[in-house]
């Protein structure tokens, strides 16, 4: 856990204190103040020629489109492996591409399957290695969402939010950051489907005050008086041969609008112009299954968080590679 994270990695949020978060946030509001008022030519003077290499077992939208945007915005410039380009552990040990590319680039951004190819790239890369998702923690998720959080509230601490679904890697990131954000979190969830007991130990020793856990069973009963909901895919990626099996034990874990309304609980709230719970989604959304169509119509807050993806990334890159 550091103070800093100037040539520092970012595997999970545990990696940072909740100064350090903070810091993010306001970075991050910062920068996205400046893209809005066409500061493009100054941004370009934070990271002149830094090169990032993305590494990337699994397809993506929003965490490739992100990321190169952003860095670009700062200066710096990216090459692009495909999943097929390295195959990590296949073609190539994951320990020579990190010290392969550690000769080369600034750093490293991998969205990878399993956690431990983050940390070996990390552990022999010699250079600054982010988390851009791996089966065990998304932690730029987790900081696009606390800032979507923080433009609607003020700040995170405080606010309660309830994730609906399944225990995946977003749902330990958010536990994460609940922690260092001083939030209020509960995860409803099927039996069998809880988050890692190691990432609410963690999130446990992480915890300032106002941060509490709980994990529920009963959706109705976990939104009540929710200031945030939350739902991810039911079936995330390399899991496609369990989808029928989730579709039935998740059935009862759809965010739509009886739900909103249990978490209103008969009361109206209202939180800078926006009717409470706000609804987040880290997308892509089947609609049907974990959202209705309708509740992401209702609710632009989803995709601010996609745009805030950008921003928060433009932070983290700003705060580990700015000389």
Known sequence: MSHSLRGQSLLSLADVNSETLFKLLKTAMNLKGRLAGGEHESLTKILPGRVIVLVFQKPSLRTRASFEIAIRRLGGSSIYLAPGDVGLDTRERTEDVAKVLGRYADAIVARVFGHDIVERLAQHAGIPVINALSDMYHPCQALADLLTITETFGSPTGVKLTYVGDGNNVAHSLLLASALAGMQITVACPRGYKPNPRVLEIAGRLAIAGASFS?????????????VIYTDVWASMGEEHEAAERRVAFAGYQVNRELLEAARNGHERVVSGRRLPIVL???PAHYGEEITEDVVAEHPEIFEQAENRLHAQMALLAQILRR
């Open 215 to 227: 994990v529920v069973h009963d959706p109705r009963e976990g939104v009540r008086d929710a200031d």
């Open 281 to 283: 989604h880290c997308l």
